[in-house]
């Protein structure tokens, strides 16, 4: 035996059914009569539960409002041109009036809405410390070189937390008052702030630094906020377990959209006489105007929105398997008229032989 062929033989697979690719196989041969009730049936699973979803999506009540100003139609627009030209404006606040002929059913959720801002961009999207934002006091100090120019302030201390999404988080604050009976006075509704996070989020992965002499603030000592923020994070709420890196607001600010255009959850509605969801009446929402959205062209709404058991509105999914189910059907119809023009010509060669 030369050198040649025994190298041959001890890199050959063992000579076995599976190595040597002799086990049973099925291959289905897709006749007419198989095909053609398959698309069918497709066709019509897809149609059924794409009008499922489409009726469930329409089912949702929303009522938003745009309260970015500068239309005149906005009683906001006073903020929005104190405000043009400066980052961050100054405090403003307005107000935006409706009623509710009925009731509107809960839960409610209220989100605020942006437009024309690009979290996906890449530097963007990469510029934070997670390492960081998950409490390591080592990463509280040196902050990563992603989170340039929003590193380290001015005077040479390591921002808290670093990073262009953290400096950009979005600041306005709302507050919902009812007015139960024509001319008397407004009663707060209540908001329930919590909750508003990724459970995996809130408790894996931002986390605060370890306390120092119980102290959050003497844990962040020797740090700088963010260069928009007009406070440190660690008095970002009174709330000793809604502080910090944990904040809600934070934490769901920095779970970055993949769209320009989204929406945000700020509150629940659900508590007291509201479990149910808005009695009719007048309702204003009072709004603190501070974030700054005119200079890069987009848009802030603030959203009352119902839910289903498939989630927020959104007639996408349903639409996208209407047009999925009537293409198969499309398909089929198709393919049944092809079927019968040559299966008519086969039976006919076959009488003339």
Known sequence: MTWSATARGAHQPDNTAFTQQRLPAWQPLLSAGIA??????????????????????NSIKELEYDYTGGSG??????????????????????????????????????YYELTNFYQNNRRYGVSRDDAQLSGLPSALRHPVNE?????????????????????????DSFSLWHQRQPGGPYVEVPLDRTGIAWWTDYHIKFRNPPLVNGSLALAFQGTAPPPNWDRPVYELSPDPNNTGFINQDFVVWM??????????LYARIRQGNYSAGLPRGAYRVNITYNYPVRAFGGHKLIIFSSISWMGGKNPFLGIAYLVVGSLCILTGFVMLVVYIRYQDQNDEDEEDE
Request: net charge positive; hydrophobic share 45%.
């Open 36 to 57: 053609l009730p398959l698309f069918f049936c497709a066709g019509l699973a897809f149609i059924g539960l794409g009008l499922g979803l489409y009726y469930s999506s």
């Open 73 to 110: 139609l906005s009683n906001c627009s006073v903020c929005a041109a104190a405000g043009q030209g400066r980052a961050p404006p100054p405090r403003c606040s307005c107000a935006w009036y409706f009623s509710l002929p009925e009731l509107f059913h809960g839960p409610v959720y209220l």
């Open 147 to 171: 989170c340039a120019p929003y590193q380290l302030s001015a005077a040479g201390l390591p921002i808290a937390p670093c990073g262009a999404i953290a400096n950009s988080l979005f600041n």
């Open 255 to 264: 779970r970055t959209a993949a769209l320009p255009t989204f929406r945000k």
